[in-house]
């Protein structure tokens, strides 16, 4: 995910050089690096990283538990058992699969964003992760970007990078995860907890599983941890706001961007109806922010037809991994 300052405000001057449309941005625009990050913004992410490196050791370990003795996941306990493990770290080694493959796909992720940033002078700060004692054990991670976007293919590839990245990852992590998965009839039915099917997972269950019912699988922990990968790369390619499906919208078309943002964030709130409560959470945001999204420095220049296939891998993205319910508790 990428966050861009709402402050930033280009000056009179800068919108003299860039009108009428030049044939490339100027050149002090492009030619200057990033900053060099502060000792305190790396102290910062290092920190970030770390905290959520235990909370998703702590989640790791019951994934890795409930796999050993083949049985779904019990979160009655979840809280208890998670403060348990915090105070007691020897006991957080089972959990290295889940929380090294996640935190990679997470990793692979915003440095996507982070080095497309780079390639184009763009100034962003490292990536920061959010701890939380949640069921997947952190609420993602997310870059700034300080500075002024040139064009249109860079914000578009700045945007695609990240989810491009972090997807090529939690594929071959999905797999290794679901060859090593069990077969246990009824497994699904003995849980409160319930994890929806992405596309991309049903096709491989589909390859590597063949003939048997996705209720009756119990995944591996790096299988699971590439699901929570792919349902992050879901929820950063929706089309709206400042997301990174924001970002590849506003370079298709900025002018039906903030429409089309509306329109998605209303979409949402059926879903939360229908589906899953945290979709409100969602359109809350969404309709919070406004739909704002800084401007380019020259947003003439055009994208090309290579961005515009690149788009469609995009879309291909968002519908292997977006399911309406990711998330079901029945008990």
């Known amino acids: 995910m990428t966050q861009e300052d709402d402050h930033i405000k280009l000056p009179v001057e800068v919108w003299a050089r860039v009108w009428p449309p030049p044939a490339a941005p100027p050149a002090p625009y492009i030619d200057v690096g990033p900053r060099a990050p502060r000792h305190k913004q790396l102290a910062i992410a290092l920190a970030l990283f770390l905290l959520t490196l235990v909370s998703t050791l702590a989640v790791g370990v019951q994934f890795a538990r409930a796999y050993a003795v083949g049985k779904s996941p019990d979160f009655n306990e979840f809280f ?58 952190t609420l993602g991670a997310f870059i700034r970007i300080r500075s002024p976007i040139p064009t249109r293919g860079a914000l578009f590839d700045v945007g695609i990078a990240g989810p491009f990245v972090g997807f090529c990852l939690a594929i071959p992590a999905l797999a290794f995860g679901v060859a090593h998965s069990k077969v246990i009839p009824g497994v699904a039915s003995n849980s409160a907890v319930h994890f929806g099917d992405p596309l991309a997972l049903r096709l491989m269950l589909a390859w590597l599983k063949p003939g048997v019912k996705s209720a009756d699988i119990l995944l591996h922990p790096i299988a699971r941890a590439a699901w929570v990968g792919l349902f992050a790369t879901s929820l950063n390619l929706i089309p709206a706001g400042q997301l990174d499906g924001g970002h590849i919208l506003y370079a298709l078309d900025a002018r039906r961007h903030a429409r089309i943002s509306l329109a998605v964030a209303l979409a949402l709130v059926p879903l939360a109806i229908f589906f899953w409560w945290g979709w409100l959470a969602w359109a809350v945001l969404l309709l919070a922010l406004r739909f704002r999204h800084p401007p380019l420095i020259n947003p003439w220049r055009p994208l090309g037809a290579r961005r515009m296939l690149w788009s469609i891998v995009a879309l291909t ?15």
Do not use: Q, W
């Open 317 to 331: 993205m968002f519908v292997l991994c977006f399911l309406p319910a990711p998330i079901v508790v029945t008990g």
């Open 80 to 137: 208890s058992l998670y403060m348990k493990l915090l105070a007691h770290p020897s006991l957080l080694a089972p959990g290295i699969p889940f929380a090294f493959t996640l935190l990679g796909i997470l990793l692979a992720h915003e440095l996507g964003h982070f080095f497309a940033c780079r390639a184009y002078g763009i100034d962003a700060s490292y990536p920061y992760f959010i701890p939380a004692p949640t069921l997947i054990g």
